[in-house]
């Protein structure tokens, strides 16, 4: 079959640089192919080594973190990890950014992102449970935020909503570093038979690739390559760059898989995310050590005139790319057409390793499989060390303690997310047992069965700045906490590291310690990390947002009868776990009401959390803990405010200290509601736990042993008002 004409060394070196290869990666790209390269080629390369796609800056760092347990059945490398949680079950899950197409396009950004998230973890074979995400939005005062807030809320909501996977929980942080990249990253948890576990790895001579789902067309082109550079004055006007979705589509896509995952049809599946079908194609037949075959004249297409350059890199939603066993495509065509959706063969198999893309009678495109990936740039880029901050001088109370206790519980950082989760399905599906706002983690049942899944996204980048190995080690520890402060065993993280740009060393610096402490939290705590993403470059005009590295975590309750909440009744004995030293470096209070961000934060001791944390658990598998709660952002009076407002009870707290006990964010810390304190009190001295007899609960205020009180009505108030009142019009 003839070739294409490679271009023009002038016009591909041109090219290259416009499509963001370095000039050294279009040397390498050229010793591959041994010639110019093709317009398409050109293309391949280009996404395939993008940051995005490749990992080129950070792969050396991720090989550092803990991937390995006896629960965990398949760890980073394939489209989602996979834990075992017993009666033959699996928990697939993993988190990805959508963050610079959800600047561009906030809508359509934001919905996109949960249903990239969707297919990583239906492809696997498991059906998709639950929805959550990690959201941080710039300055809420300027309208941009709030137009981009209210977009991105409502692309997750239309998107998860439509497709029927309740949206269970999550995250929402604001601060200035975001307003030229705010950050959307969305998790999926699915479920699926521990034994039937699909991977991307294709194998099987002449065996038919298949395209199926939507058809491709122009959305999406190249927006793998624009999520892998920094952002300008102009970067709102790269709208052709998002992918539209289309979640009506992406419900037909799933039941269209999964019944055709329950055959034997299926050598391997791949979802067609960043880079499309050159993505789709490239991994699995490389996975496998196969060549490929495909035949753009086939692809299914919704526009006119479609280059096969257009088609290989089009990121076009709702579709993936399939290998079948022979004499199979007549089951899976007649699956794909009952649900209303493309299928066609649009290839085969080969032993050439090699990728060779067909267009009218043409060949586009002819390249060796293997270094698209074994070649790709690996980059140890330097590093500069994050300077400790000086330790945070005595601050003085400026307001006292109820007034700034009423402040910090209607913060942006700390108000309810009441606006947002309200446009959230929460309850789709029926399993859904604890949702936004009752508990410190999301629990969802497991059909079938007496367990249930606590999941859970956390991050304070504040810290992260400030110190990245510190605040990535809390980072971690608070996601092992919000699932234990329900009951379940903490099993596994997923990670989305959002960073900014890596070729300056102080970024680099602060992603290389920032992975440094989450090794260390995730081993201290078995919470090994089984999946994840990448997205750096997130700056505009050279203003990096906070280093966020994004954390998902999942564990399991054997007895959802067993899990608790946030909700405490009368008459209960409210329990302090943990040290409290009072410090307010990096905290809430000091921002909100010394407006000051300065100090270290909170250092985290790992043994410490282990040890608090499994007392914790221990306590309400017994029974003898009714409510608990982890403290964390605002400390322990937010956290006894909080723990008022959910279940609309107040307490009489007769322990006392000054500010800084309050409002410190010592970490390893836990309230717990008991009817048994003494039996508490004992087993926690008998643990070598610290335990501190707070108050009991009662009554309809908030009440300080000699400082006054304040009605849990009027905390309320000011708590539920932010948010409604900044997105007043939209």
């Known amino acids: 079959m003839p070739s294409v004409p490679p271009l023009a060394p002038e016009a591909a070196a041109d090219l290259a640089q416009k499509f963001g290869l370095k000039p050294d990666e279009y040397a390498a790209a050229l010793a591959i192919l041994g010639r110019d390269p093709t317009l398409c080629e050109l293309g ?34 394939e489209n989602a990890g996979v ?10 899950f993993k988190m990805e950014s959508h963050n610079h197409p959800s600047f561009i396009e906030p809508y359509s950004g934001a919905a996109t992102g949960v249903g990239g998230i969707l297919r990583d973890v239906f492809t696997m074979g498991a059906r998709p449970i639950a929805n959550l995400n990690a959201l941080r939005f710039g300055d809420p005062t300027l309208p941009r935020t709030r137009r981009i807030l209210d977009g991105v809320v409502r692309g997750i909501g239309g998107y998860g909503n439509c497709v029927g996977v309740p949206t269970v929980g999550g995250e929402v942080n604001f601060h200035p570093a975001y307003n030229g990249n705010p950050l959307v990253n969305a998790m999926t948890v699915g479920i699926l038979k521990a034994d039937r576990i699909f991977t991307a790895a294709a194998t099987g001579i002449g065996n038919p690739v298949v395209y199926v789902g939507s058809k491709t067309g122009r959305d999406g082109i190249h927006g793998a390559t624009m999520s892998s550079a920094e952002f300008d004055k102009d970067s709102e006007e790269k709208r052709p760059t998002v992918q539209i979705g289309d979640p009506f589509a992406e419900k037909l896509l799933i039941e269209a898989c999964l019944e055709l995952m329950a055959t034997d049809a299926i050598v391997a599946i791949q979802d067609m995310g960043a880079a499309g079908l050159t993505s ?78 067909r267009h009218k009678g043409m060949t586009e495109a002819l390249i060796p499989l293997a270094p698209p990936e074994s070649q790709a740039p690996l980059y140890n880029r330097p590093t500069e060390d994050t300077p400790h901050p000086p330790p945070l001088p005595p601050r003085a109370d400026p307001v006292g303690l109820l007034a700034a206790l009423k402040t910090l519980v209607a913060a942006p950082d700390l108000c309810s997310r009441r606006w947002i989760w309200d446009q959230y399905d929460a309850q789709v599906g029926g399993q859904t047992a604890k949702r936004p706002g009752q508990a410190d983690a999301a629990v969802v049942r497991v059909e079938g069965t007496a367990r249930a899944l606590a999941i859970t996204t956390d991050c304070t980048p504040r810290y992260v700045l400030a110190d990245p190995e510190e605040g990535a080690k809390q980072a971690v520890a608070e996601a092992w906490r919000n699932i234990t402060a329900t009951g379940a065993q903490p099993l596994a993280i997923t990670d989305n590291m959002n960073f900014g740009n890596p070729e300056k060393p102080r970024i680099m610096g602060q992603f290389a310690a920032a992975c440094r402490g989450m090794a260390a939290a995730c081993t201290a705590l078995d919470f090994p990390v089984v999946s994840g993403n990448v997205s750096l470059y997130n700056e505009t005009e050279g ?19 067993d899990a608790v909440g946030l909700s405490m009744p009368e008459g209960a004995s409210l329990v302090l776990i943990g040290h409290t030293q009072g410090h307010l470096g990096q905290s809430l209070w000091l921002r909100e009401i010394a407006g000051q961000e300065a100090g270290p934060p909170p250092p985290v001791n790992l043994s410490e959390e282990r040890k608090n944390g499994d007392f914790v658990r221990a306590q309400i598998l017994a029974g003898t803990v009714l409510a608990c709660h982890d403290l964390s952002d605002g400390g322990l009076l937010v956290a006894l405010a909080e723990m008022a407002m959910a279940s609309g009870i107040g307490a009489r707290i007769t322990a006392g200290g000054d500010h800084g006990f309050w409002f410190g964010e010592d970490q390893a810390r836990y309230i717990l509601a008991t009817t048994h304190a003494p039996a508490l009190l004992a087993a926690a001295q008998a643990a070598g736990v610290p335990a501190l007899l707070l108050g009991q609960s009662g009554g309809a205020n908030l009440e300080l042993a000699s400082l006054g009180a304040i009605s849990i009505e009027e905390l309320s108030r000011a708590h539920e008002a932010t948010l409604p009142a900044l997105m007043q019009g939209y």
């Open 280 to 357: 789709s194609g490239v991994e699995m037949a490389g996975k496998g050590g196969m060549g490929v075959v495909l035949e753009m004249d086939h692809v299914p297409q919704r526009e006119e005139g479609m280059t096969a350059y257009e088609m290989m890199l089009s990121e076009s939603q709702e579709r993936m790319l399939m290998v079948l066993k022979p004499g199979q495509e007549h089951i899976a065509e007649a699956i794909f057409h009952k649900w209303e959706l493309d299928f066609a063969v649009i290839g085969h198999l080969t032993d050439t390793g090699m990728i060779e893309i």
């Open 83 to 92: 834990i075992d949680i017993g009666e033959g079950l699996a928990a697939v």
């Open 44 to 77: 391949i390369f280009s996404v395939m080594w993008s940051e995005h796609c490749s990992y080129k800056s950070s792969r050396i760092w991720l090989k550092t973190l803990p991937t390995k347990a006896p629960w965990v059945l398949v760890g980073p490398g």
């Open 543 to 561: 203003r990096p947002i906070l280093p966020t590295p994004a954390i998902g975590g999942v564990g399991v309750i054997e007895k959802l009868a």
